[in-house]
């Protein structure tokens, strides 16, 4: 698997990933094939389902302005590679992985995360983080320190 790369779209470039998006969704032409891909030699090939859904996923994402990383799940990442898509420091994610957080394997002196496990521990975090975010809100709400929302 070649290096992970940030797949961005500019705001130009949107109208026509909605284009896209818009085709990849529309029903199946054939049983099992939701479209055909013309090659630039003229040859066109069909359009299994699975990556039907990368597409349309991707499309999705890019057309709301997001960016996109495609990686298999046991792509191999470095330690750095790993702390910059958490946006944390390598030290810390350092010292994640020796707390046995995040599964990793060493390759010489080397850590390695695979791509799948480091995704896995990003959801726990930001579900253990609206946890306690909601905890904090309740418990402001009783002590009269938080108002919701008017609707």
Do not use: W
């Not at 090939?45 to 960016?67: F, H, I």
């Amino acid at each position: 698997m070649p290096d992970l790369s940030v797949i961005d779209a500019t705001p130009s470039e949107r109208a026509g990933i909605r284009g896209v998006q818009e085709a990849l969704a529309a029903p199946a032409l054939q049983p099992g094939h939701f479209g055909l891909l013309k090659m630039p030699d003229g040859q066109e090939v069909p359009l299994p389902a699975p990556l039907c859904r990368v597409l349309l996923q991707a499309a999705a994402a890019l057309a709301s302005g997001y960016q996109v990383i495609v990686a298999a799940l046991s792509h191999q990442l470095t330690t750095q590679e790993a702390a910059d898509l958490l946006n944390v420091s390598r030290p810390h994610l350092i010292k994640v992985l020796d707390a046995g957080e995040i599964a990793h394997e060493r390759v010489g002196r080397h850590r390695r995360v695979k791509f799948g496990d480091l995704m896995d521990y990003k959801r726990k975090r930001m579900s253990e983080r609206r946890v306690e975010l909601e905890r904090l809100i309740e418990e402001s709400e009783e002590l009269g320190l938080y108002e919701p929302p008017r609707t």
